[in-house]
């Protein structure tokens, strides 16, 4: 290990705990930087914990984090960013960070093609990676001359931008009149042209899977295929609740063809859904960042966040796998996750216990560093009122 060399972590919610403990069990000190109460500051294994004014604005984020670096004497860190729209901006502003800091997210050349949707699908076509068909109507007349069976899923490009105005990941058209309500109202919150119209894949979460990896020139040096199998909310997740490690070598080739394509460099996690009408595996999202329950990758022998820290201080790690069988869940937005799929039909008591049989991590709770877990449930109040 360098001496005094250590991680700042941008966003402080269970995703940077997860990189907080997996680098501060192996004597990494660690910042952590948020613009909202966070569970992670509590944690045992932060060294430093600064919370600013705000993180979502590209040039604000990027003056916080030197500026926090600079007063720390964070010089040569390793930076990890846990929001979409933090990758962005390291991306763009990659040089000027450059000059305090080690930044392992990819130049934005690469970044965009996982930033903006459009550039995804075009991108999975380009390849011939199975996606759903995909329409993105500028205005009412190319809307209404989409033909196809209804449900239809109306999403946007750049996921940020919609996210933060809606709080939902995408919405679902039952009907003709719901498609245009939905695509009105989709309209009024983003960018001409980053509405998009998608065909919907049926199935429940046991069709929902992801690819995730620390992929350098050309090579996964570590990785994993999860089956994501309950998320919140139950169709369109924001985050997976509760997720099991598969074998799956069809979605390690796809996903690794993808990545050689844009030359990437770092931790990242690709989404599909198997597509039960064609059985075909078909590429939902590209998030170039650590993910909700990358600390599955700890328990089952795959310890991304570190893995990216060696690689950034010229320690050269040993490939690794994730085996099938092991098991994550967070617990707190599980269960209301399974009691409202309890409801629907859509799950079994006998299912569901037995999916608990055994849990291998707990996305906050660990008897080495329980302050976190006692931290989440007295912020709860706060998360309701700020989300």
Known sequence: MQAGVGALVVGGDYQGLGIVRSLGRRGV???VIDDRRSISRYSRYTTHAVRVRSLREEAACVDAVLDVGKKLGLDGWVL????EETVAAFSIHRDRLRQQFRVPTSDWETVRWAWDKRNTYALADRLQLPTPRTWYPKDLDELSAIDAPFPLVIKPAIKEHFVYATGAKAWKA??????????????????????????????NGSHQFAYCAFFKGGQA????????????????????TFVETVDLPQLESLSERLLRAVNYYGLVELEYKLDPRDGQYKLLDFNARTWGYHSLGSRAGVDFAY??????????PDPCRAPAGFRWMRTLTDLPTALGALRRGDLN???YFKSLKPCHTEAVFTRDDPLPWLAEFALLPYAALTR
């Open 174 to 203: 039952r009907s003709k009149a719901e498609l245009i309500e939905l695509f009105l109202r989709a309209s009024s919150v983003v960018r001409p042209g980053e509405v998009m119209v998608q065909d919907f894949v049926p199935g």
């Open 29 to 31: 000190p660690v910042c």
């Open 80 to 83: 990890y960013p846990t929001r």
């Open 349 to 351: 008591l006998k299912t």
């Open 221 to 240: 040096v570590g990785r994993m295929v999860a089956r994501r199998l309950r998320q919140h909310p139950l169709e369109f997740g924001s985050a997976s």
């Open 307 to 316: 893995l990216l820290f060696a690689d950034q201080i010229g320690e050269s």
